[in-house]
């Protein structure tokens, strides 16, 4: 997997008296694409502010790279964020609001950044093409340099975002999806080990979303950075994320890969909240038999006791729609609606609704018979809290 | 903007003809003119009016407003800059009272506020008697100096400069400042650079709604300065009061155009009208 | 839009009502007078007595008075001018030359011989050789002097000895006397006319320039109005020159504290040459009320009403049986021994006119007062 960046132990947030976080352990690796999926209150957004600096844990540690940083204020930490209504700075242009974090550092982190001895260098080259004979480098030659060095990779980032000649516009004169890739260059400009993202396509439309996503996924792939991710739409996650965090009341959920979290959810939370699931109590009769709705079906690659009561996880798309004399499971359509790409079927088995995508229109009040193939059904363990 | 709201904003615009513009032109006409108060019946044309413009006193009076106006707009920005910020970053539950407190004096009669200002500065007052019954005896008497009008003018203004800045502050987006600390930068340096230049704006409004009373006053000179200090707002009231209004009205435009200057350059600076809210 | 019509309604019934109600112009009397300078109670008396409205408007210099009755906005029927602004009026034809026949109560010896004497000198001083006397009637009259802090140690004595010097003069003074001047142009000037013993009414340049020397070699530490006289009393301003009856005003205030006569801790020096000023009641030529304010004047003429209005104003009552009233008090009442004493000893009685002092202020050209306005200014900025 790689080296492990971040490390929270046990973490812990009130507000109010109310937990927002309870005792989250979660472990993220270097150059991956994390993201923290949940319903709004979840306390997805209060872990990356955690991370980054703007909250303290009232519990645990927030280890980076080793070291402890519960209380190293937002300033000190190789972490940028780029945040949900972007935070440009209004009274700068697009340049400046690119260069500004830059800009405002210390002399000595600067010279750090940039490699002193290149700077030199580059000076005495620049020198010796001019023809100027004295080699001896002052601290006004240093900072000039610093400047022009910034300004190259504040251009270089604009560049990365696709808004080079852009530079020298106003903020209110760019559009909504323009701040987004502005705050972004803004962000990665300072060469993060961490890069958080808050929520930052929510506002956009869906076309334009749809390619913001690709395009992250290109820099985040590009730069190897550390992409951390919070979102709500489970769509966004599945398409960016190398893994996810589906978190709920301050707790995690599952966390894995996208494919993993949708073909094997590990509660009925996410078996809602990621795509659509028909779930339906059954027993796992013995080993790659289970047995739901008066019918015993093939299943596999789980382990559970013999007669222990499971709930079964069936994706609509997942289901086959055949004759009704062969089927295991039968149903009455209730409603079929053209969804553009699909039908969504909802048909009523053994008085449970289920969802279904097929490709045909099938007529409502049609008695259809219903297949499921063995992979795809999943099984998850039965939580009493349910 | 409705049809309905223009009609009902007629009768103010009629007023503003009647009693702003058209008294501006009235006095606008006196500086050409020798009259007996404001008749115009017995009026002559004259130019010898701008002679006073040459006058060294009314050319001190003038620079002596103009140096306490900028002094006061100076130390109250500095003041008003100071205590707006803290109560901005204070963790008060109702900031908006601490704010109406700190406006309350101006809800009293100006001129017994300067009164009593003045009466504290002199060496024999309440407060003194009070104190030297039990045994403390201290005094000041600046009462007369300029220290103690721009004290007055400072103490008098310092709330219409509070007001703007800390609307203004209030007005900044709060992830601005966590955006900048996230990009590195430290809180000093994120107060200069982010929340700093984006106040500005409230500070310039504060500077006009202090530098022009500043500047036209004549109370507080008056009563603070014991009559000795003459500001451009004294020489105008003396003439006005001795029935001169030809003199008068000419140093007041001089004012008036001053003002309106400022205005406009207030303007040219920041064109979306935010400033003057 | 039935909304805006109740408004509209509403709005002008307000405006009618409060017109009507100051209307009833037959039986109002319109008096233009100064502030604090009128006794209510016998305004009162007055309406009571005539079945009238006494509209008093108030006006705090005589100049404002000239542009009132000039501009003719509201026709006054009464108003209070000083001796100069009498002159100025007069020679404008603002006012209407009263029929003393109107006056029973109005005789010229019941006038005091000091008053009598400041009409001689407005009379004097007229430049046009006109007769002031038939267009007023005194209403009350004082001097000016130099209110001293009695505390100062050695001020007493140098005031007795060296009188108007010693207030321009500073080594004539015990050292760190703070000092004073009237913050008005025309006393401020007098004041330096009165030390000079220089004519009151001649426009002269070197008059302003000796008067430029005179403020500039002084250095005055105030240049106040009515805020010197609580100074003094306080203690925190030590000589100034002000009205007469600015420090009866402080006396009789200090005297209600219960602060014993001999502790008062201020006094009055009264010069040789001082300013002596009268305030006249005169009818304006378009008055609408003609008769009323006749019978109105006459009231105020009554010994006792006379004295009743005396008594809440600290200036002295022209009339000599209002005045031997005052001081021919025998009685237990605190107050009234208190002004008894007061008016005795500040407006002291002389049968020969020749002994009473000051002289009446006149009024001067336009560029007169634009001058001396400068040459103040020009004091203070440098």
Known sequence: ?386 | MNDSYKKLAKPYEIWLYIFALFPALVMFALIFLDTEGINLSEASLTFGNFSQLTESSTIIAFVNSLKFAFLSTLICAILGYFVAYRLFRSKFKNKFLILTILILPMWSNILLRIEALGNVMQPNNIITDILSKIGIHIGIDIKGTSVAVLIGLVFTYLPFMILPIYTALEKIDPSLEEASLDLGVTHLKTFWKVIFPLSIKGIVTGSIMVFLPCLSGFAIPEILGSGNIVLIGNVIDQFFRNMNYNIGALLALLILILILGAIFLVQKVDKEGETLL | MAKSKIIVLLFTLIITITLISGCNSSNTLLLLNWGEYINDEVVEKFEDKYNCVVNISIADSNELFYSKIKSGTTVYDLVVPSDYMVQKMVENNLLEKLDFSKLPNYSQDNLLPGVKRISKLMNESSRNEIDYTQYFVPYFWGTWGLMYNKNKQGLEDSLNQYGWQAYFDRSLLPSGTTVGMYNSIMHSYAAVMCSENLPLNEEKDEYISLCYDKFKAMHFDEWGTDTMKKSIAAGNLDLAFVWTGDCLDMLYSTLDDGTPIDEVSFDIYIPEKTIAFMDNLVMTKNARHKDLAYQFINFMLETENAKENASVVGYCTPYVSSYNAIVGYEGEEQWDNDWKYAVSKYYPYYEDESLYKGTPLSFFSKKYMTDMTNMINNVKTS
Do not use: W
């Open chain 1, 1 to 386: 997997m790689g080296k492990v960046i971040i490390e929270l132990q046990d973490i812990v947030k009130k507000f109010d008296g109310q937990v927002i976080v309870d005792h989250l352990n979660l472990t993220i690796y270097e150059n991956e694409f994390l993201t923290l999926l949940g319903p709004s209150g979840c306390g997805k957004t209060t872990t990356l502010r955690m991370i980054a600096g703007f909250e303290k844990p009232d519990e645990g540690n927030v280890i980076i790279n080793g070291k402890i940083f519960n209380n190293l204020p937002a300033y000190a930490r190789p972490i940028n964020t780029v945040f949900q209504k972007y935070a440009l700075f209004p009274h700068l242009n697009v340049l400046d609001n690119v260069a500004f974090g830059l800009r405002n550092r210390s002399f000595k982190f600067l010279l750090s950044f940039f490699n002193e001895e290149e700077l030199k260098k580059e000076i005495i080259q620049e020198k010796e093409q001019k023809g100027q004979n004295n080699k001896k480098i002052t601290k006004l030659d240093l900072h000039k340099k610093i400047n022009e060095k910034i300004i190259e990779e504040a251009k270089k980032s604009i560049e990365l975002v696709k808004l080079s000649g852009f530079e020298n516009r106003k903020i209110d004169q760019m559009s909504g999806g323009q701040q987004q890739r502005i705050a972004l260059a803004r962000a990665i400009v300072n060469r993060p080990q961490i890069l958080l993202l808050d929520e930052p396509l929510s506002a956009l439309d869906l076309k334009l979303r749809e390619n913001m996503q690709y395009e992250l996924k290109e820099i985040q792939r590009k730069l190897g950075i550390t992409f951390i991710f919070v979102t709500h739409d489970q769509q966004e996650a599945m398409t960016m994320s190398d893994r996810i965090v589906v978190m709920k009341d301050g707790t995690i959920q599952q966390l894995g890969t996208p494919k993993n979290i949708y073909n094997e959810p590990q509660n009925r939370f996410v078996a809602t909240f990621i795509g659509e699931s028909n779930i339906i109590r059954g027993t796992y009769l013995e080993k790659n038999k289970i047995s739901f709705m008066d019918a015993i079906f093939d299943c596999m690659g789980y382990t559970f006791n013999d007669n222990e009561p499971v709930d079964v996880v069936i994706r609509p798309e997942d289901f086959d729609i055949i004759p009704k004399e062969n089927a295991k499971l039968t149903g009455t359509v209730t409603s079929c609606i053209f969804r553009g790409v699909f039908y969504e079927i909802c048909a009523d088995v053994h008085e449970m609704e289920f969802v279904i995508h097929a490709y045909e229109e099938i007529e409502v009040g049609k008695v259809i018979g219903l297949n499921v193939d063995p992979y795809e059904i999943s099984l998850m363990k039965v939580n009493e809290n349910e």
